[in-house]
């Protein structure tokens, strides 16, 4: 398959609606798949510059003994402070996207088919007019599932309250806006092996 038709896919979903489960079928399949949260786990070890720049932002009070971020406290505060989760969105961007964009120039010397990168926010920065950034990406893939299913999957994931699952979901964008933004959905409410068979036909058609 040519440069000229090779497909980028950005992925994305809302927290509960198995966006990372589709991921890992369509790396299955044969996609080459990037997560940006993987991504921003690695800029956030001892020494990256995403570490560095929270450090910066919000002191050390964040950091553990062993100088790696305590995710848990640093997680409460962004997840129940709107300016702090902006704060934070605004120093990740960018550094994110220039390590996206180095691993999409890697992947498509490659020669694969398709290249999936699994964005949590893209669609935020889409309803900002940030378009999809620098990545030019040819569709926009949600992985959805209605209000009250992420609401059931996060609190038995997670172990957490309704309140405080509620609040993590409300961090977000909300489903069904995501859903009007998104160029192709995958409904991820039901079985999972009627979601799979969503995703099978779609990769059968990205890649002819």
């Known amino acids: 398959m040519s440069a000229r038709t090779r497909k980028l896919i950005g992925l994305t979903g809302g927290i509960g609606t198995g966006k990372t489960r589709v991921s890992e079928l369509l790396r299955s399949l044969g996609a080459s798949v990037e997560c940006a949260d993987l991504v921003v786990r690695e800029l956030q070890q001892p020494g990256g510059a995403l570490l560095e720049a929270i450090v910066a932002e919000f002191g050390d009070g964040y950091l553990q003994?062993?100088?790696?971020?305590?995710?848990?406290?640093?997680?409460?505060?962004v997840?129940?402070?709107?300016?702090?989760?902006?704060?934070?969105?605004?120093l990740t961007g960018p550094l994110v996207q220039a390590e996206l964009a180095a691993r999409y120039q890697a992947h498509a010397a490659s020669g694969v088919p398709l290249i999936v990168f699994d964005i949590p926010l893209l669609l935020e920065g889409r309803s900002a007019g940030r378009g999809s950034g620098s990545m030019p990406f040819d569709l926009v893939v949600l992985v959805y599932a209605s209000a009250a299913t992420q609401l059931e999957r996060v609190m038995a994931r997670d172990g957490l309250s309704a309140e405080e699952a509620q609040a993590r979901i409300d961090s977000q964008m909300s489903i069904e806006k995501k859903r009007e933004l998104a160029d192709v959905v995958i409904d991820n409410s039901g079985a999972w092996d009627a979601t799979k068979a969503q995703v099978r036909a779609l990769y059968a058609d990205w890649t002819a």
């Open 65 to 77: 003994d062993d100088d790696e971020l305590d995710r848990v406290k640093f997680g409460a505060r």
């Open 79 to 90: 997840f129940s402070d709107p300016e702090a989760r902006k704060r934070l969105n605004g």
